[in-house]
């Protein structure tokens, strides 16, 4: 064996038992609920890009829904695949149960076909004598009338167990028709979601095309919206110096906190990754950080929070206890409510009608404003969370 193909089988072996204890580790129904869930979220963009196609103009937006439906898509026939596997386990595991039965079911009936047979042969009460009478002495005539009288209740036994056996084999192999049953139930679903990606894809193709025509007015968009988001970012930063009351050194920010300001912060730190969504509904449909454009060739766009997409109507909520410490306007329909959580900040951008003022306690879930919704069918919020002036990604931050 070559060194070359050593080292190959050893990389292969490594993935493998990287990869099966992941799916060892899932249940049945951790995947299915995992599974609906994606299903909501496909079923929700669907809803969505319902609503933006309703002005008959393609967008970016709508780009955006059916790249995070893609997204969704792919997952959700990986957690299928995983299904299938637990599945073709389950189907292995009764298989080889009912192997097993098969065989001690074979040994069984030998050992009653020989027993039935020496019963048989002693049937009679004149052949039950000559047994008992050919005996040497009393002692192993005795022994024989024991002997007879178990082989009885031998045969009564093994019969019972033949019988529990029978059955149980019959309960395996309805049990194995069911899932081979839900097997296919579930390949043909995988095909189903296959046939559906292929789909979506040729559609995005399209759609992609019929915006790159109108090149021009999207770089144009992309400009407003970075300036935007420039505007925003200059402002928040403003605001969490006049709040805090920084003093920068060498690009160190340093500010005193309350002692209640200090609780509340570290109850926020507590809940990393546990704070509920700042909609009451809705998909991530741009990410933090640096991203290709979504149509625009050779073009990155840079997101300080992220982008949720939501239904027409909806309002954007607190995600912890805090207090507003601004509401500021970036545009006639893009205001921003910034809330501070002791040493961190939550920023709801993107809201035309504010239902909070400075100054105001929050509590979590509470609304804060209606969503605004363009021409153009989309209704997006923009989030962020701060720790002094370091940009956080909601992500990690944010319930899954």
Known sequence: ?????????????????????????????????????????????????????????????????????????????????????????????????????NNDLTLLKDEYAKVIYFAYKYKTSYNKLIYLFSAEDLSQAFQRMRYLDQIGEFIRDEAKTIREKEGEKQSQLALLKEKKKEKNLILDKENHQVYKLEEEKSNKNQINSKILAQEKGLRAKLRKKEKEARTLDKKIEDIIASATGTKSKKNNTTYSLTPEEKQLSSSFVSNKGKLPWPTARGIVSESFGVHPHPVLRNVKTKNNGVNIATSGGSDARSVYDGKVVSVTTITNNNKAVIIRHGDYFS????????????GDLIKTKQDLGRIHTTGEGKTELHFEIWKGKSKQNPAYWIKK
């Open 347 to 358: 920023v709801y951008s993107n809201i035309e009608s504010v239902y909070v003022k400075s």
């Open 1 to 101: 064996m070559s060194k070359s193909f050593g080292i190959r089988i050893l990389i292969t072996s490594f993935i493998l038992l990287l990869i099966f204890p992941v799916f060892a580790q899932q249940s049945k129904g951790d995947l299915e609920k995992k599974r609906k869930k994606i299903e909501d979220e496909i079923a929700y963009t669907n809803r969505l890009l319902v609503e933006t196609r309703k002005n008959k103009r393609n967008t970016t937006s709508e780009i955006r829904l059916i790249n995070s439906k893609l997204n969704n898509r792919n997952e959700l026939i990986a957690v299928l695949k995983k299904e299938v596997y637990l599945i073709n386990n389950e189907i292995s595991t009764t298989e080889n149960s009912i192997n097993n039965l």
